[in-house]
């Protein structure tokens, strides 16, 4: 008996009730909180960095799916290798041989990754920091890992332990035993490293949350006191590895950083099939599978998968040939080049940082008496307010997709596909201008929605 399913059908039959099928049977929180800021669109299709609706309208992405999306959506090399591998019937996962693909996809990565020498692959961003913890732990024989405050690691229990954010934290205690420093704070590493329990430091290069770089020479300092006492250094590379920041991680701006750990993900996936990766060193993997009865003691069941190798190695192939990373240097130069221009017109417009194509806006208290009226009243309500009110209308009037870099905070991340270009930098900074002149103007529908997020931000105490 053949079995006959036509996804095809299923979509033109109930595809528009999306929101309805969200709030009943997943979180029903998403579809409120989209339907709540106007962000309730129906995307039809996606190519490249757009987004298209049923009437043909493009959409300009400056968030990536949170920098999934490294090649954009449905780049012909990716899609064209997914369709290869299904179609070469693999015996894939079989768990009792080895398969090409997987130390394919690690030879390429590793090509990339000089000083690192073998690879675990899992499913995406957190496995990849689990995977971390739990070798530097094994190798090292310490119990405690250290991490920076504000940073983002992941949601399971492990990585939440490492996460530097509360409202993340906050209902899931008790978490693993670990502690946060100050980023760029030596001393009060040096502090923790004396109690003589620490296993490692996993840092971000570049924290996600408000866009913050870790100082000039801190990676380095912290590799050298951390190695002095027998720990490790993990660079969490999820979100800022794969020429996110210009180079391919984020710690290679530095010279003379090793970290002993990289963890991998999102724009490795290629936008298509989920894929982590966490990289060591040789003797790191060699305590944690020192002997054949410990073949299994770090796995994933769906890991090294072939769909998921056959994106890796096709987005690695795309990003070598295009010359993506010196493509994104370029347009991120000039994109927050012209950003930071804006500074001196706009007297909300308090800060532009990031690397590349990781920029962060952040806005701060005007100086003239009427905004900062403004200002205070949306600041009491609920910090992170004027930040939103600035995204909303970049989608609502002018079809382009930011979000803010993290709640309360008054700062807009832009992470877009690495593949943009000059005419979207152009687009992006001529509606951020319009935005920026309707706040000042003082009124408006702006403001109006500002009223709105403020009963919102209230009736939610």
């Not at 990536?64 to 179609?87: I, N, Q, T, W």
């Not at 983002?152 to 670990?178: I, K, Q, Y």
Request: with cysteine; net charge negative; glycine share 10%.
């Amino acid at each position: 008996m053949t079995t006959e399913f036509d996804l095809g059908a299923l979509l033109a039959e109930r595809g528009a009730e999306r929101y309805e099928l969200h709030a009943k049977h997943l979180n029903p929180q998403l579809p409120r909180m989209l339907h709540t800021i106007g962000f309730d669109k129906v995307y039809e299709r996606a190519e490249g960095a757009h987004f298209f609706d049923a009437d043909g309208n493009d959409y300009l992405d400056m968030l990536a799916g949170f920098g999934v999306m490294g090649l954009g959506r449905h780049h012909p090399v990716v899609r064209k290798a997914l369709h290869d591998v299904l179609d070469l019937d693999l015996a894939d996962l079989t768990r009792f041989d080895c398969q090409p693909l997987p130390g394919l996809l690690a030879e390429r990565l590793l090509a990339h990754s000089p000083h690192l020498d073998r690879v675990f692959f899992g499913n995406s961003g957190t496995e990849a920091v689990e995977t971390a913890l739990k070798f530097a732990r094994y190798a090292t024989g310490k119990p405690r890992v250290l991490y920076c405050d504000h940073a983002f690691h992941g949601l399971t229990t492990g990585s939440l332990s490492v996460n530097g954010e509360d409202g993340f934290r906050d209902g899931f205690a008790p978490l693993l035993p670990d502690t946060a420093v100050p980023l760029g704070d030596l001393d009060a590493l040096a502090r923790e490293l004396r109690k003589g329990d620490v296993a490692a430091l996993i840092v971000e290069p570049i924290q996600g949350k408000g866009v913050h770089e870790a100082p000039p020479g801190y990676l380095r300092a912290a590799q050298e006191l951390l190695h002095k006492h027998k720990a490790l250094l993990i660079a969490d590379e999820v979100q800022t590895g794969l020429g996110r920041t210009g180079d391919f991680y984020a710690y290679q701006h530095e010279d003379g950083v090793e970290p002993d750990l990289v963890c991998v993900a999102k724009a490795l996936s290629g936008g298509y099939v989920p894929v982590g990766a966490t990289l060591g060193k040789e003797w790191i993997f060699k305590k944690v599978y020192s002997s054949m009865d410990r073949v299994l003691v770090h796995s994933a069941s769906f890991g090294s998968n072939a769909q998921a190798m056959a994106c890796g190695l096709a987005v690695l192939s795309v990003m070598e040939n295009e010359q993506i990373v010196a493509g994104v240097r370029r347009t991120g130069e000039l994109l927050k080049s012209r950003l930071t221009a804006l500074i001196d017109k706009y007297e909300l417009l308090a800060d532009v940082r990031g690397r590349g194509l990781m920029i962060g806006i952040e806005f701060g208290k005007p100086s003239s008496l009427k905004l900062r009226g403004r200002w205070t009243m949306l600041q009491t309500a609920r910090k992170g307010l004027f930040a939103q009110m600035v995204v909303v209308p970049l989608l609502q009037k002018h079809r382009i997709l930011t979000q803010v870099s993290g709640d309360h905070l008054e700062v807009i991340k832009l992470i877009p596909p690495l593949v943009v270009d000059e005419a979207d930098v152009d687009r992006f900074v001529a509606a951020f201008t319009a935005v920026m002149d309707d706040a000042h103007s003082g009124g408006g529908l702006m403001w109006d929605f500002g009223k709105t997020l403020i009963k919102q931000a209230v009736a939610n105490r």
